[in-house]
């Protein structure tokens, strides 16, 4: 097996160890809008409406507000069991990236008659993210700026010019260092209009405010503890205060247990560890380039993901996704310095140049993996409870989208959206414990290992692959 080039180029302990030194375990986004994030009450008594949605991520967010902008009239609650945004929505690395399927090389193994349509459909949907952004002026960093993907070993150089996307442009070694200055780039793919950069919690922040500024009702610190009903009844939505009752339910909880239990093994929870900088002065800024600021991202099985901020941080995540043994969610995981004490190591073999940068956050999200990659859409009720999970780390854009398919659901209409075969199907689940921990951590290792032999997989990721259960990063 041949050894990476961040095990090949370590840089010194000493170097890591103080980069680390301060670093506080919290989420730098959620703590940049905590003066301005507001609150939103409790639920405290039994409350009828007619459409409820459960959870303050994303995909609730853009839900409720679709679906009040549909019919103003009608009371639209969301309700979220902590606080808006604190999860997922407010911890992830701030892409916003064009695939609503976990890239293209997904879309094409899964659903190669669509694999077009579904890239069209996607750059559609960030599109129209960044209009509703532009049109109601909410204040969320964004930033169009296009993805790179980048080759730090000589196998991935082959893998640069895949792309099907006639915009994106391929560039040799001294192209794509041109552009970002890392001795470990040997080549680059770069797609100008895939991705947008954004505040991950200004924009969970913002959207609820627009949410409630149309009419939506929010309770915060309110978890749903059951959802009961017939089939020809309202549906109750079960709390520790009250209840909620409504006509049509939509579920967005993430990796979050599924109220609908045909689905509790259709996603597991992946732990995913990142690490902010402190701002960069002007001459770091010079000496790694970067002017373009792309989303950066590069090619290997255990990928690595940077951004730069608004204030010039740079943010530096992925590599090690851990899923912890019995699928648990536990706050206790965040903290996991061995992961964080790797990631600053590949760091300083990235941008040599950086030496004495300091990380001051560290922390970790819980991705809802599913095991064909990208989300998946459910019912129940005769499709008046409509349930989209599995959003596999690259949900930002996708839940959008998602909101979507669920409104027009919900509606009842057919669309170019619910028609699609990706919508339409459902993923096979994964195996119950403890056959679950056994195997996701078989797949990390084969991948670590394909990543140590030029990208070959080995006889258990093909047989994944044959069974449409492929994992590819």
């Keep these: 097996m041949e050894p990476t080039v961040f095990e090949t180029h370590r840089p010194a302990a000493r170097i890591v160890d103080a980069s680390l030194a301060d670093t506080t375990l919290g989420v730098y986004w959620i703590e940049d809008v905590a003066h301005t994030a507001g609150s939103y009450p409790r639920l405290s008594a039994n409350t009828t409406v007619d459409d409820a949605v459960v959870g303050g991520g994303y995909a609730g967010l853009w839900t409720a507000i679709k679906l009040k902008q549909e019919h103003p009239e009608r009371r639209v609650a969301l309700i979220e069991a902590v606080k808006v945004g604190w999860a997922a929505s407010g911890r992830n690395g701030g892409f ?53 993907s980048v080759a730090n070993h000589a196998h991935q150089v082959d893998w640069v010019g895949e792309s099907s996307d006639p915009q994106t442009q391929v560039l040799g070694e001294a192209e794509v260092r041109a552009r970002v200055n890392s001795p470990t780039f040997l080549a680059g793919a770069f797609s100008p209009r895939s991705n947008a950069n954004v505040h991950p919690a200004k924009l969970a922040v913002a959207l609820a405010k627009h949410a409630t500024s149309i009419g939506v009702e929010i309770y915060e610190g309110t978890p749903v503890e059951r959802l009961a009903g017939r089939e020809d009844e309202p549906i109750v939505l079960e709390t520790a205060r009250g209840h909620v009752t409504a006509q049509r339910v939509a579920l967005c909880t993430n990796v979050f247990p599924s109220l609908l239990k045909r689905y509790q093994f259709h996603t597991v929870p992946v732990y995913d560890y990142v690490l902010m900088t402190e701002p960069l002065s002007a001459e770091q800024l010079a000496a790694i380039g970067w002017e373009g600021r792309e989303g950066l991202a590069d090619m290997a099985n255990q990928f690595h993901y940077a951004r730069l901020t608004s204030d010039n941080r740079i943010l530096w995540g992925g590599y090690d996704a851990v899923y912890h043994a019995g699928g648990r969610i536990k706050r206790a995981y965040e903290d996991r310095m061995a992961t964080h004490r790797q990631l600053a190591s590949h760091f300083f073999t990235t941008f040599p140049q950086l030496a004495g940068v300091k990380f001051t956050h560290r922390w970790a999200g819980v991705i809802d993996t599913s095991t064909r990659f990208c989300a998946f859409f459910g019912k129940a009720y005769d499709g008046r409870v409509q ?68 990208g070959r997989r080995n006889v258990f990721l093909r047989a994944l692959d044959a069974a449409g259960l492929g994992f590819d990063s």
Excluded: K
Excluded at 117 to 141: K, P, S, Y
Excluded at 425 to 436: C, G, K, M, V, Y
């Design 96 to 148: 916003c990236e064009a695939s609503i399927t976990h890239g293209e090389a997904n879309a094409e193994a899964r659903w190669p008659d669509e694999a077009e349509d579904l890239h069209r459909i996607g750059l559609a949907n960030l599109d129209a993210i960044e209009r509703f952004i532009a049109e109601h002026e909410l204040d969320v960093d964004w930033e169009r700026t296009g993805q790179l």
């Design 387 to 454: 349930y989209v999970a599995g959003f596999t780390g690259l949900g930002v854009g996708a839940t959008h989208f998602a909101a979507d398919v669920i409104v027009d659901r919900l509606e009842g209409r057919v669309t170019e959206r619910t028609e699609l075969e990706m919508v339409r199907s459902i993923p096979l689940p994964f195996p119950p414990e403890p056959a679950a921990t056994l195997g996701v951590n078989l797949v990390r290792w084969s991948l670590d290992r394909a990543d140590h032999n030029s």
